[in-house]
């Protein structure tokens, strides 16, 4: 048998899945939930990373570490700053696909982990440019680098440890469960920052209190560090591993084989992806400098918006079990799209209840997309090089979006901050989506059923 052949298995194992609780044979209901909650943790660690690199580059780069550039050259250098890191994200999604496709998910993503958070922790030790000139801003754009590196291979392996424990026909489910992390890690840098300015001075923050959120990063990768170290390897990669079916060159295999799936699952990921970058990244410079609001304000209603989401992911990923994790996502991707202009309308009139309202409704049904997004991806793909496939197509589509701020800034300087002008960006997504959405529904989706273990020894002999 060839390491690109798939294997079949008996549909016996869907059957006992069901009858112990819809989990794979052999799986406590104790194990399952220390698996889901390891990867949430990571996913949560990568966002609040994230968004501390989003809120910090919107309202702090600029002037800690561009100061010669400027006010507008500041703001587009932090933007340009966080693009530097999605960049690279691709060549960290080959690496450390390649990676999870062969020595097993668990052990890449302590790897992908421990990079993350080391490289998050030390910007909290960087000298800005009062102290040490553009020596700050080069190490600021390295560690952002790094951290690139590190997240090209961090959230396909979480949505794989999430799923590959689950039963396939709830795997819609188990992949909107890692996507809690996002909202997560927005809550809590947000709280972070906006606690700051209640227990230090403006003049403190400038100084050294801004590197207080990087330095918490520390002691959560060290929880997420020990809830991986405390799990087992996957049982469909066990198995791929039982039965010879790993493939060599997984990405190879994917272009290869999955072409066209490949491109759907770019398409797919960009609105939930960059659905984010846009509100909750430019949002804050542009509420800040040309609508009025204060930074606390964008930070209250983006938190607002975050929390809600904590609810409507599990529900919307129950809702994927449903109808399929691709019509969620297209789903997702009408709704925005019809709210996405009169939002914007009413966005203008700058009073604080509009904002919440906005942050509210323009992040719910983004979400949509956002829950059903790992369900949808890991359809499309077998088991043998499925790391590999979603990890570089979400880096790709990361790629893509990551420039979203940066564009919106020149597309807002060119239009005079014309109104519409964050619709326009918002509504492309949603087409891009929508349309890769219709063509991922329309696809058979790969189920992978684990044996029972005396039919992986048949297996396996054979």
């Not at 990571?42 to 501390?52: H, N, V």
């Amino acid at each position: 048998m060839s390491s690109s052949d798939p294997v079949t298995f008996s549909t016996a194992t869907a059957s006992t899945a069901e009858a112990t609780g819809g989990d794979r044979p052999g799986i406590t209901p104790g194990t399952a939930r220390r698996v889901t909650i390891a990867s949430f943790i990571g996913t949560a660690l990568e966002s609040y990373d994230f968004y501390l690199f989003a809120y910090f580059s919107a309202f702090f780069v600029g002037p800690l570490f561009f100061e010669p550039l400027g006010a507008f050259g500041g703001v587009l250098a932090g933007f340009l700053t966080i693009a530097a890191g999605f960049v690279i994200r691709p060549i960290g999604a080959i690496v450390f696909g390649h990676l999870g496709d062969r020595i097993g998910r668990r052990a890449t993503l302590l790897i992908t982990i421990a990079i993350m958070g080391v490289s998050t922790g030390l910007v909290g030790f960087l000298p800005t440019y009062a102290a040490a000139g553009w020596f700050g801003a080069i190490a600021l754009i390295a560690l952002r680098l790094i951290q690139g590196l590190s997240l090209g291979g961090e959230w396909g392996g979480s949505i794989l440890l999430a799923t590959e424990y689950a039963n396939p026909k709830r795997r819609g489910f188990y992949a909107a469960l890692p996507q809690l992390g996002s909202p997560v890690g927005s809550i809590l840098s947000a709280v972070v920052f906006i606690s700051l300015p209640l227990m230090l001075s403006q003049a403190q923050i400038a100084e050294w209190g801004w590197r207080i959120p990087f330095l918490t990063a520390i002691p959560l990768l060290l929880v997420s560090l020990y809830l991986r170290w405390s799990i087992d390897e996957t049982p469909v990669f066990k198995q791929l591993v039982a039965t010879g079916t790993r493939d060599r060159f997984p990405l190879a295999d994917v272009l290869r084989t999955s072409a066209v799936p490949f491109l759907i699952a770019i398409g797919a990921a960009v609105l939930g992806i960059g659905s984010y970058s846009l509100m909750n990244t430019y949002m804050v410079s542009y509420g800040t400098s040309v609508l009025g609001f204060s930074f606390n304000d964008l930070l209250i209603a983006t938190t607002i918006g975050g929390l809600l989401q904590l609810v409507t992911i599990p529900l919307f990923g129950v809702w994927a079990t449903r109808i399929g994790s691709a019509r969620v996502v297209a789903i997702g991707a009408i709704g925005t799209l019809l709210i996405t202009f009169p939002m914007y309308w009413y966005l203008q009139f700058a009073t604080f209840p509009i904002l919440v309202a906005t942050m509210i409704i323009g992040g719910i049904l983004p979400t949509l997309s956002w829950a059903g997004l790992g369900g949808l991806m890991s359809d499309l793909f077998p088991s043998r090089n499925r790391y590999s496939a979603l990890s570089v197509a979400y880096s790709i589509a990361a790629l893509l979006t990551a420039f979203i701020p940066a564009v919106t800034v020149v597309l807002a300087k060119a239009t005079g901050n014309a109104w519409w002008h964050p619709g326009l960006i918002l509504a492309i997504m949603c087409v891009i989506t929508l349309v890769s959405a219709v063509l991922a529904a329309r696809r058979k989706p790969f189920i992978d059923e684990v044996p029972l273990p005396a039919q992986a020894e048949a297996v396996a002999a054979a």
